[in-house]
């Protein structure tokens, strides 16, 4: 894999920089009190830079470890004999190992815990995602979108990343990438309770 060029790092380090500021700001004056404006001051950006990568305070502190583009792709890009499910969890394996160790991953987490209300507008930027990976594993399949099937496997995968999401705390055993794998083994098993 090629190294992203200077233009791709600066971008992605002005998306981190909003980002780190928009949850560090959520974390200490709750979600309620935090303005674009102020993400904005404390990430050292202009207005019009903020809504060049999110369309809301919102987008950034939810914007997702996995992108619709990138579920479509990772998806694609797996053996062509290798069940949706572990394709799934071969992406959402990936991304995580990628961002398990990032600071404003981990206090998104402890966002998420210390804001439970704050889960319904995860589930609502991640929507976009769960739909690629509908559209992927379909594809793959060669099964219809709204085929119980393809639903099914896309939504419980969706469901046991979440259940993993919610079981991590930052910092701590089992990490992030462990619980992912848990998760989808109980999946896997038909949800046979541990012995």
């Known amino acids: 894999m090629t190294e992203p060029g200077l233009r791709a790092r600066k971008k992605e380090a002005t998306r981190q920089a909003i980002r780190a500021a928009a949850v560090a700001l959520y974390r200490s004056r709750g979600p309620h009190d935090v303005t674009v404006d102020q993400i904005c001051e404390k990430a050292g950006v202009s207005g019009r ?15 997702i470890a996995l992108t619709a583009d990138g579920v479509r792709t ?43 209300e704050l889960w319904g507008r995860l589930a609502h930027v991640n929507k976009v995602v769960e739909e690629a990976a509908i559209a992927a594993i379909a594809e793959r399949t060669g099964l ?5 099937y393809v639903r099914i496997t896309v939504e419980a995968a969706f469901a046991a990343n ?11 055993e089992p990490g992030l990438v462990e619980l992912l794998h848990r998760a989808m083994d109980a999946l896997a098993s038909g949800l046979e309770p541990p012995a």
């Open 49 to 63: 830079t903020f809504f060049n990568y999110f369309d809301s305070k919102e987008a950034a502190v939810f914007s």
């Open 74 to 116: 990772g998806v694609a890009a797996r053996p062509a004999k290798e069940s949706p499910l572990a394709s799934l969890r071969a992406v959402f394996t990936e991304r995580f190992e990628e961002v398990s160790n990032d600071p404003t991953f981990g206090d998104r987490a402890l966002l998420l815990r210390e804001y439970p």
């Open 144 to 148: 219809a979108r709204d085929d119980l």
């Open 162 to 172: 979440r259940s993993a999401f919610k079981c991590w705390y930052p910092g701590s």
